[in-house]
């Protein structure tokens, strides 16, 4: 039986996309499907469900994916030991990670880590923070970026703590230094779909109860865009209106309100030699913002 073969089921359930996977592995889709049908075959068992949304673990699936899951790591730690006996520092680092950490954090950080370390490799997976949470819960990913707290059972590192600002269309700032919160009661505001599960749900339900909501967008930059336009203003964190290219105000908010990220395990002594280098270069980088 092929390792390779189980890595590549590995990456299509994680992902569950042919499509995103191909993409990952630098296969063609056909090829994809293929391998998977053979490694079931092999088997002797269904491993995954193939509908027009993508493909999903049966049942046989999700319970021989731990099993699956475990061979490919200690794969990969034979590989790290037989390269290291050879003079190598070597090994693959899995992390979850969120838009704003990926644009404006992860790859600063990761162009300096591999000038120390250039043998090792990456695979990052983006998600919310639940995902990611789950993630690390299932041995999904090494490490992962969340907003602080997060769970119990994590072991965490701080990393930044950002501003929440107020964000508004050229020349429509208030005057004010700040921006006070209960204002979102009669303001245009723009808002994500999932912002209100996010980290400025309980901040805006607080301070504004139920808030103008104007319009939404799909996504952040979305946001930001609209605010640009005209369109209304919004409560967004910092980070994200780094380098933006959206000419829009900000004002911070009064009362003043911040976000916290940092990195997560499941234990800092159970990761792999690389993990651990990764975690202790992350927590120890320069100032992020």
Known sequence: MSIKKYEIFLQTADLGSFTKASEMLGYTQSAISHIITSLEDELGVKLLLRDRFGVRLTQEGQQLLPAIRTVCQENQEVKRQVAQLHGLEVGQVRIGTFLSVSVHILPALLHGFLEQHPHITFELLQGSYEDIERWIGEGRIDLGFLRLPAAASLETAQLLEERILAVFPPKAAPAQGRFPMEQLRE???I????SLD????DLVRKA???PRITYSAKDDYSVIAM???GLGMSVLPELLLKRSPYPVETRELDPPA???IGIACRH???LSPAARQVWQYFK???TLL
Do not use: H, K
């Not at 996010?198 to 749900?201: N, S, Y």
């Open 191 to 194: 808002m994500r779909p999932d």
């Open 227 to 229: 605010v640009a336009q």
């Open 284 to 286: 120890n980088a320069e």
């Open 208 to 210: 504004a109860g139920t």
């Open 258 to 260: 911040t976000r916290r």
């Open 198 to 201: 996010g980290e400025l749900r």
């Open 187 to 189: 303001t245009a505001y």
């Open 268 to 270: 800092v002594q159970s």
